[in-house]
């Protein structure tokens, strides 16, 4: 039995116990909570760095590259990212970022507390689960912290969060967060998240784009609509519906939205246009200028290229090119590989062969896995299935055949390349030929177009500058204005019949042919250079002698000491670029004035403030001018002939003006082709051939390789210009039905060349040549210029990698 007395003495004790322990825990949670103040403040606080990477924030923006009309063409830096001020961002967007990330933002002061009771509710529930993370202490974590879990680093944010918080307003830390947090693909912020994985600005997107962004952070790399498109989709559908929930969005804006198609772009950055070549040539000139800064400081670049000229010329010289490769056959599959019998194995091995080779704007790498004369099943790097059937297999015919040699035989396991278009899938090939296109401002010099190869990812080599290569016949313009500076003109007449020089191999004498063996006497110069008749083009040379026109290169901006100094010259055995040739003729086109191409037109840092400009271009005055007026005109109504009834006719016929001018080329067995023209104040050069220099074929001539690339790209970039006339200017007459200098009118000595020598009836030992005529140089000759594209120019800087770091990892 309990004794009363004892029993309330021991409920006494044990209350007063109790009251101990919990006034002993309270202290001892004081002490513990004073210990852990003292350490922040005392420990933490002092070490904490400094707030300038916030406070004076400047985030690293990419280098741009812009066409004249503002699109863009190139980017390079570490991180993409478009800097966006918290009053441009739109206020969905920010809801949407606010609603998943943190809700109560505008309310605490840093730390969410009642979030973070309430975070670890739900997850205990299984309700929706919000981190503990508060937007400011991503901020914290984004500038100053790494990732690791341990408890000095969460002190370290803690104590930043509230720093971060007492320095900025909240529109601050919310513009710094939605402009630096990572969202994978290489993005930084959800401007340049917008534009990476939709193509559009902030201000474009849709809600159920907005919200498909805003479920980025938690995981760019889990979350990524490129690689996990489900994973996205069902972190966009918990985004709307807070967005539902908090009623930001409307019931008809949340059904809409939960049903929108996203078109996600796939490929990445990419671009609309084709400027690579365009791209790296402004690179260089801005890392020549402000180094390693060009690529974080958020330098834009405005160049002087057109957007639809642009585009005109990469799919011209795409389109002829590939034309070129297939009229001389298929030389086979790229590889071939071994196909294991076990699914796995083979996808394994499929996936290694095509992992190494690239496609080429629509020339798709595949593995064949079967093939017939009337089929060909292949896999592609996708893992798609295709079937080529019919005229899908012309190019590739006789390396289905049976009797076909083991190197070229398709069959299983080889690698080969395939295209899609509206018929269906084709095996195609990547052509080994090399091209170059450039078109410029007669008048200013400003480049509209610069196609500088094939495909700037297979070859970085840039043709048009770089690319040192013989003119051939292109350069007979150069040597026609000298003769008509020396008073002759196009009705002058020139003995068209076999010649013999002194020059030849082993003693033998020189015998320059025409590219059809026969001669036709007396002919006028105005014809000579139109049908490109290489006799008469030597006999001009020697008429005008070799130092003078030699020295009257350079008036165009060709560099003489790369052309030869002796007769071969007519014939163009020395070293052009394509940019200087497209320089050359630009001063037949504007009637004598030499004009510099150039590239880029302003330079501006992030806030738009110019940093380089080229000043306008100067008016074409007499200091500019390096050819007589007259002489210019009676050279651009002898190239009109040569694009209307000459070698280059098909110019005329296809594009359909009377403005059109230029010169066919064509070296010695065909090793290039080249197509140097104007029309409607605009200059363009097009030239083809192989880096290891060959012939492009026996039936192969400037006109069928580069003037079909040329006037591709002037039916688009003339359709929008009027055609431009030439009246004549004071000092020129005619005579005999054609122009010539009035001064020389009535001089005998111009009006021929050698008439004296008469047709014999044999035509002398051929040459193997062809179209325009050119010849190989004098035997024995010495080489004066470099023929080969590997040869750079001296003018360009010493430039770093194109190439960025890698980006971090897609963790968050």
């Given at each position: 039995m309990d004794h009363p007395v004892l029993t309330t003495t021991l409920s006494w004790l044990n209350r007063r116990?109790?009251?101990?322990?919990?006034?002993?825990?309270?202290?001892?949670?004081?002490?513990?909570?004073?210990?852990?103040?003292?350490?922040?403040?005392?420990?933490?606080?002092?070490?904490?760095?400094?707030?300038?990477?916030?406070?004076?924030?400047?985030?690293?923006?990419?280098?741009?590259?812009?066409?004249?009309?503002?699109?863009?063409?190139?980017?390079?830096?570490?991180?993409?990212?478009?800097?966006?001020?918290?009053?441009?961002?739109?206020?969905?967007?920010?809801?949407?970022?606010?609603?998943?990330?943190?809700?109560?933002?505008?309310?605490?002061?840093?730390?969410?507390?009642?979030?973070?009771?309430?975070?670890?509710?739900?997850?205990?529930?299984?309700?929706?689960?919000?981190?503990?993370?508060?937007?400011?202490?991503?901020?914290?974590?984004?500038?100053?912290?790494?990732?690791?879990?341990?408890?000095?680093?969460?002190?370290?944010?803690?104590?930043?969060?509230?720093?971060?918080?007492?320095?900025?307003?909240?529109?601050?830390?919310?513009e710094l967060y939605m402009n630096q947090i990572y969202l994978g693909q290489r993005s930084f912020g959800f401007a340049a998240a917008a534009q990476v994985y939709f193509g559009k600005t902030l201000q474009e997107l849709s809600v159920a784009e907005i919200a498909m962004l805003a479920g980025l952070p938690q995981n760019p790399a889990r979350h990524n609509p490129v690689s996990n498109f489900k994973r996205a989709k069902a972190r966009q559908a918990?985004?709307?519906?807070?967005?539902?929930?908090?009623?930001?969005?409307?019931?008809?804006?949340?059904?809409?939205?939960?049903?929108?198609?996203?078109?996600?772009?796939?490929?990445?950055?990419?671009?609309?246009?084709?400027?690579?070549?365009?791209?790296?040539?402004?690179?260089?000139?801005?890392?020549?200028?402000?180094?390693?800064?060009?690529?974080?400081?958020?330098?834009?670049?405005?160049?002087t290229?057109?957007?639809?000229?642009?585009?005109?010329?990469?799919?011209?010289?795409?389109?002829?090119?590939?034309?070129?490769d297939q009229r001389h056959g298929y030389r086979g599959p790229e590889a071939f590989i071994e196909l294991p019998d076990g699914d796995e194995e083979r996808e394994e091995a499929i996936d290694e062969a095509l992992g190494r080779r690239p496609s080429s704007d629509g020339l798709i790498p595949a593995v064949v896995l079967s093939?017939?004369?009337s089929e060909v099943r292949a896999e592609t790097a996708d893992g798609d299935d295709v079937r080529i059937r019919g005229d899908g297999l012309k190019l590739a015919a006789p390396a289905l055949s049976s009797k076909a040699?083991?190197?070229?035989?398709?069959?299983?396991?080889?690698?080969?390349?395939?295209?899609?278009?509206?018929?269906?899938?084709?095996?195609?090939?990547?052509?080994?030929?090399?091209?170059?296109?450039?078109?410029?401002?007669?008048?200013?010099?400003?480049y509209h177009a610069m196609v500088g190869g094939f495909d700037y990812n297979l070859q970085k080599f840039n043709h048009v500058t770089q690319a040192w290569?013989?003119?051939?016949?292109?350069?007979?313009?150069?040597?026609?204005?000298?003769?008509?500076?020396?008073?002759?003109?196009?009705?002058?007449?020139?003995?068209?019949?076999?010649?013999?020089?002194?020059?030849?191999?082993?003693?033998?004498?020189?015998?320059?042919?025409?590219?059809?063996?026969?001669?036709?006497?007396?002919?006028?110069?105005?014809?000579?250079?139109?049908?490109?008749?290489?006799?008469p083009s030597v006999r001009i040379l020697r008429a005008v002698t070799v130092p003078y026109a030699h020295e009257f290169l350079g008036r165009f901006g060709l560099d003489p000491a790369r052309h030869p100094n002796n007769l071969t010259m007519a014939l163009g055995t020395g070293a052009v670029t394509p940019q200087q040739m497209a320089g050359a003729y630009s001063?037949?086109?504007?009637?004598?004035?030499?004009?510099?191409?150039?590239?880029?037109?302003?330079?501006?840092?992030?806030?738009?403030?110019?940093?380089?400009?080229?000043?306008?271009?100067?008016?074409?005055?007499?200091?500019?001018?390096?050819?007589?007026?007259?002489?210019?005109?009676?050279?651009?109504?002898?190239?009109?002939?040569?694009?209307?009834?000459?070698?280059?006719?098909?110019?005329?016929?296809?594009?359909?003006?009377?403005?059109?001018?230029?010169?066919?080329?064509?070296t010695s067995d065909a090793v290039d082709g080249w197509f140097g023209g104007y029309g409607g104040g605009i200059v363009a050069v097009a030239w083809m051939g192989y880096d290891e220099p060959k012939s492009l074929g026996g039936r192969e001539f400037g006109a069928t390789l580069a003037l079909p690339i040329w006037i591709d790209y002037m039916k688009v970039a003339l359709a929008r210009r009027p055609v431009v006339e030439r009246e004549a200017p004071e000092g020129v007459v005619q005579l005999d039905g054609d122009w010539i200098l009035e001064e020389y009118a009535a001089d005998p000595t111009v009006r021929g060349i050698d008439l004296d020598e008469a047709v014999p009836g044999q035509?002398?030992?051929?040459?193997?040549?062809?179209?325009?005529?050119?010849?190989?140089?004098?035997?024995?000759?010495?080489?004066?210029?470099?023929?080969?594209?590997?040869?750079?120019?001296?003018?360009?800087?010493?430039?770093?990698?194109?190439?960025?770091?890698?980006p971090p990892p897609e963790t968050n």
């Open positions: 116990n109790a009251l101990r322990g919990l006034i002993a825990i309270a202290v001892a949670g004081l002490v513990a909570t004073l210990a852990v103040l003292g350490y922040l403040f005392l420990v933490v606080r002092p070490k904490l760095p400094s707030l300038d990477a916030v406070t004076d924030y400047k985030p690293k923006i990419p280098l741009r590259i812009y066409t004249a009309d503002h699109v863009l063409i190139g980017e390079f830096g570490e991180e993409h990212r478009d800097f966006v001020p918290i009053k441009n961002i739109p206020d969905m967007m920010k809801k949407a970022v606010l609603a998943i990330e943190d809700t109560r933002f505008y309310e605490h002061g840093g730390i969410d507390w009642v979030r973070a009771m309430g975070a670890m509710k739900a997850n205990l529930a299984g309700g929706f689960r919000q981190g503990g993370s508060t937007i400011s202490m991503q901020v914290a974590r984004n500038f100053f912290l790494t990732r690791e879990k341990v408890l000095s680093r969460k002190l370290n944010e803690v104590m930043l969060t509230y720093k971060i918080e007492d320095a900025l307003t909240k529109d601050q830390i919310l918990l985004v709307l519906r807070r967005l539902h929930d908090l009623d930001y969005i409307s019931d008809a804006q949340y059904e809409a939205a939960q049903h929108e198609t996203l078109h996600i772009n796939n490929k990445g950055q990419e671009f609309d246009t084709h400027a690579e070549y365009v791209a790296e040539l402004a690179r260089q000139a801005v890392f020549a200028e402000f180094q390693e800064e060009a690529y974080t400081r958020g330098i834009v670049v405005h160049t290229i057109l957007k639809a000229d642009q585009d005109a010329a990469y799919e011209s010289v795409r389109r002829n090119v590939i034309a070129y093939a017939s004369a040699k083991d190197g070229i035989r398709i069959r299983p396991g080889a690698v080969i390349r395939v295209a899609q278009d509206k018929k269906g899938w084709a095996i195609t090939q990547v052509p080994k030929v090399a091209a170059a296109f450039v078109s410029i401002d007669a008048a200013t010099g400003a290569r013989q003119p051939g016949s292109s350069i007979k313009p150069f040597v026609y204005s000298a003769a008509i500076d020396k008073g002759f003109g196009p009705s002058s007449l020139i003995n068209d019949v076999p010649i013999e020089l002194p020059g030849g191999a082993n003693g033998e004498p020189w015998k320059p042919q025409n590219d059809d063996f026969k001669f036709d006497g007396p002919i006028t110069m105005r014809r000579a250079l139109s049908e490109s008749k290489n006799v001063v037949f086109a504007n009637g004598g004035y030499k004009v510099q191409p150039y590239l880029i037109a302003r330079i501006e840092d992030a806030e738009g403030k110019v940093l380089k400009a080229v000043p306008p271009p100067p008016k074409l005055t007499d200091e500019a001018r390096v050819l007589d007026a007259r002489n210019a005109f009676i050279m651009d109504s002898m190239l009109r002939e040569v694009a209307r009834s000459g070698t280059g006719a098909a110019a005329t016929q296809r594009i359909g003006r009377t403005d059109i001018a230029g010169k066919t080329g064509t035509a002398g030992v051929p040459v193997p040549q062809m179209e325009g005529g050119e010849q190989p140089a004098l035997p024995g000759a010495p080489v004066i210029a470099p023929v080969s594209p590997a040869v750079p120019p001296s003018t360009l800087p010493n430039v770093a990698p194109a190439i960025p770091p890698n």
